[in-house]
């Protein structure tokens, strides 16, 4: 990655890599997210968005439904569709409430003025 800086885009592109393989090279296998490591990234990094995850049950639902490929860890495909899932279900929240709520505000204001 060379010259100027980068989009917010970019960045947040960048972020997603590194905060996989920050936990993932934790323990065991390098490149793949164990339960307890994928446990502990949720609590970390998503917890505003997915809540904390307590018990190993859910744990156990949340690998369950990454898994595609069935080797009880996640690599970072199944850790990008995970990532697609949140992110979607994150802009269902932004359409229904709050962009529109906040560009009539804007728009209110701007109008007012004139
Ligand atoms: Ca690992
Ligand atoms: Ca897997």
């Known amino acids: 990655i060379s010259g100027g800086r980068m989009s917010d885009l970019e960045n947040a592109i960048v972020t997603i890599?590194?905060?996989f393989?920050?936990?993932s090279a934790?323990?065991?296998d390098k490149y793949k997210l164990k339960k307890s490591e994928l446990k502990e990234l949720i609590n970390n990094e998503l917890s505003h968005f997915l809540g904390e995850i307590k018990e190993q049950e859910t744990v156990?639902?949340?690998m369950e439904s990454l898994d595609e490929d069935g080797d009880t860890e996640?690599?970072?495909q199944e850790f990008m569709t995970?990532?697609?899932m949140v992110t979607s279900s994150c802009h269902e929240f932004f359409?229904?409430?709050n962009i529109p709520s906040k560009l009539e505000e804007t728009g209110g204001g701007g109008e007012q003025k004139l």
Request: charge should be negative; proline fraction near 0%; charged fraction near 40%.
């Open 74 to 76: 996640c690599n970072f």
């Open 21 to 23: 393989h920050r936990y």
């Open 17 to 19: 890599i590194e905060t």
């Open 82 to 84: 995970f990532i697609a």
């Open 60 to 62: 156990d639902k949340v």
């Open 95 to 97: 359409e229904h409430d």
């Open 26 to 28: 934790k323990e065991g």
